[in-house]
């Protein structure tokens, strides 16, 4: 009825649900959220940002050590806990940055958390 869906739109799919707490107005899709985090993370870096969909984005799991995950924070805000769920980084030409776990990796390079923790990675073309 609906067709099949690839399996990277099921994963961009994913992506964009545990996402869904960013959501800043009732009227914005999930899409729009992954593209404002997205711009915001890179703002004034890159005049031509791509709009991210499942074609230019590919999505895949890592697993590394939360102090290897943690520089990645932002570290102009102070709020720190953890939490369960895999965050998530994006991949962009020469840049690996954090798009969701500020506030975990942040209370990891705290407490020196020496486990490991998985992330969802998108790998964006362009």
């Known amino acids: 009825m609906f067709g099949q869906q690839s399996k990277q739109s099921v994963e961009f799919a994913a992506v964009l649900q545990l996402l869904e707490r960013h959501r800043r107005r009732f009227y914005h899709t999930r899409k729009f959220t992954l593209n404002r985090l997205f711009r915001k993370n890179l703002a004034g870096a890159y005049s031509d940002l791509p709009v991210l969909t499942p074609a230019n984005t590919s999505v895949s799991m890592e697993t590394r ?3 290897e995950w943690a520089p990645m924070a932002n570290m102009a805000r102070t709020t720190a806990y953890d939490s369960p769920g895999p965050i998530i980084v994006f991949r ?6 954090l798009l969701d776990g500020n506030n975990r990796c942040r209370y990891w390079l705290q407490t020196q958390d020496q486990g490991s ?3 969802v990675v998108l790998t964006i073309k362009g």
């Open 117 to 119: 923790h998985e992330a």
């Open 65 to 67: 050590l939360k102090l």
């Open 92 to 97: 962009f030409r020469d840049t690996e940055r």
